[in-house]
């Protein structure tokens, strides 16, 4: 069964960085396309990113510019880069994946499988 793990939330002046990571202990990723979600309170879970295992991506309207997701060389970590953070993108977030080893793209649905407990991303001044 595979657990995907999300760490490297925290707080986050406006403006600032931070990049999340998504692992599977024991497991390599490159046979599953991820994809990152976000919920704020009060608010429904809305899609970030994505990736496929030929590393094609996607991105939301509100992220795309500012956030990127990246593989490692090696297959184990999926990364969400977040430039020029902003309040609005306070939110728990996710990492999610299906195993889809022959599909060169990934979906920004909430059709994934697999799903991680979530880190807190706080931007506030």
């Known amino acids: 069964q595979l657990q995907l793990v999300e760490s490297g939330g925290g707080l986050v002046q406006p403006g600032g960085s931070l990049r999340l990571s998504c692992k599977a202990p024991?497991?390599?990723?490159?046979?599953?396309?991820i994809a990152w979600f976000r919920q704020a309170p009060g608010k429904e879970r809305e899609a970030v990113s994505c990736i496929s295992v030929s590393r094609g991506t996607d991105y939301a309207e509100a992220v795309k510019g500012r956030f990127r997701t990246v593989r490692d060389a090696a297959g184990n970590t999926v990364y969400l880069q977040m430039n020029d953070l902003k309040p609005d993108d306070t939110a728990v977030y996710y990492c999610?994946?299906?195993?889809?080893?022959?599909?060169?793209?990934?979906?920004?649905?909430?059709?994934?499988?697999?799903w991680g407990q979530g880190t807190q991303v706080t931007v506030t001044s």
């Open positions: 999610s994946g299906n195993w889809n080893p022959r599909s060169p793209i990934c979906t920004l649905r909430p059709d994934y499988n697999y």
């Open positions: 024991g497991f390599t990723l490159t046979s599953y396309a």
